[in-house]
């Protein structure tokens, strides 16, 4: 199909931007078919892009990425040498975001594979950890996922490192099949696990099994370790989406008004409100429904009450310009709200957004919640938080009691 696609007439800048995504494409279909033909194309397709005048440094970049993608194979020094540098092109001040993210993405999750075919599995969790800025310790497991490639790399309660490599799964790959019991059974004496791990693993659930304690580690907001301070708790709950999206009633928010909790509900629960009365909250719940939008970033959204402006869905972009004082705990007691982008690049779902304007922890889940056990779940949880237990083991312990109810075991949490 390539080969035979017409050349349409266009500038040079975009004829250079097809040319550099024929060259990715092209290498892409060398690794996954491995043919000799493919990827005699693939270098071709190199070479007509490497030395093009007036390529953008984020092209260069992702250029420096498929020269390493083509030799890695052959040549693990050698293709980690351009992976190294395409990372270290995407530091300087982007001209194309994404180009920058996407090349980033591309280019650790390549690392740790390679590491972990080499069977270096010290080596995915450094690699996976330096790509999510998150430090590596003990009860920590890594992640990555390329194509049809995965590698899962763990250090133990006593850091003793072990993890399995898959060169070619046979279908899209599960996130909840990639740690095999063997391997879980490495976590047992943890009282809890760090998960490090980018889309599309990121958000899923049953990752661990339900008994251990976990939840997903991204980088820390500023300040670099958010404090809680106390505050009061917002709710979010009965808002009023407009009539055409046909949703179902929710069922009532059971607990009342209290002084330390603030209510918003039916007309004032627009995102506008929400926004604002997010900025000083200790805790911040909503019950309300979740949708995973239909666009390319396939992140989730809620879906609240329109205000003056006509807009009823607080988005991932939305959460993201927000500054949360008090460090909250996040409860997103909606439907799909932890889930992110499947794409490669990532970061873009509702829980990376809350971090990033500063919650502490955000439980959601990428599934159907059930709003009227919902409510008794997250409170549970909310309240054992608040009593200062770990969310992650919070969480386990609400997956436990639920004895196998599915919705339950598919909570996650973000930290």
């Known amino acids: 199909e390539l080969a035979r696609a017409p050349a349409c007439d266009a500038d040079p800048a975009t004829q250079r931007a097809r040319a550099v995504q024929t060259a990715l494409v092209r290498t892409e279909l060398a690794r996954l078919g491995g043919r000799d033909d493919d990827r005699a194309r693939a270098e071709a ?121 898959v060169a070619h799964h046979d279908r899209p790959v599960d996130p909840a099949a990639l740690v095999a019991p063997a391997l ?44 809680p301070a106390p505050g009061p708790a917002l709710v979010v709950a009965d808002p009023e989406p407009p009539a055409e999206l046909q949703l179902p009633p929710l069922a009532p928010y059971p607990d009342p008004p209290a002084r330390d909790r603030q209510i918003l509900r039916g007309a004032d629960a627009t995102p506008g409100r929400v926004l604002a009365a997010m900025r000083d909250a200790a805790v911040i719940e909503f019950h309300t429904h ?34 949360l004082t008090r460090a909250p705990l996040v409860i997103l007691g909606a439907c799909h709200a932890a889930t992110s982008s499947r794409s490669l690049e990532g970061g873009t779902g509702l829980a990376e957004a809350f971090l990033r304007a500063g919650a502490r922890a955000v439980i ?9 056990e919902g409510h008794a779940v997250f409170a549970r949880v909310r309240d054992r938080v608040a009593a200062g237990d770990d969310p992650a083991v ?22």
């Open 45 to 165: 397709a190199l070479a007509a892009v490497r030395d093009a005048p007036d390529l953008s440094d984020a092209q260069r970049s992702l250029i420096a990425y498929i020269e390493g993608d083509l030799v890695i194979g052959r040549d693990r020094a050698a293709g980690e040498r351009w992976l190294r540098e395409a990372i270290a092109r995407t530091a300087q001040p982007p001209d194309d975001l994404g180009y920058l993210v996407r090349t980033r993405a591309y280019s650790f999750a390549l690392l740790a594979l390679t590491a972990g075919r080499a069977g270096d599995f010290a080596g995915v969790l450094r690699v996976v950890g330096e790509q999510l800025a998150v430090p590596v310790a003990a009860c920590t497991v890594a992640i990555a996922v390329q194509d049809r490639q995965s590698v899962v790399a763990l250090a133990d309660d006593h850091g003793a490192v072990t993890g399995a490599y």
């Open 184 to 227: 879980a059974d490495h976590l047992r004496a943890c009282g809890r696990v760090r998960v490090l791990a980018g889309a599309p693993v990121l958000g899923a659930a049953r990752v661990l099994p339900p008994s251990i304690a976990w939840s997903f580690a991204l980088p820390h907001t500023a300040p670099p370790t958010p404090t």
């Open 290 to 323: 979740g949708f995973i939008a239909n666009d390319v970033s396939e992140a989730s959204y809620l879906a609240l009450t329109p205000g003056l402006d006509h807009q009823y869905a607080l988005t991932a972009r939305d959460v993201a310009g927000a500054a």
């Open 364 to 372: 959601a889940s990428p599934d159907a919640v059930r709003d009227r």
């Open 394 to 415: 919070a969480v386990r312990d609400a997956r436990l009691a639920a004895r196998g109810d599915d919705w339950v075991a598919s909570v996650v949490v973000f930290e």
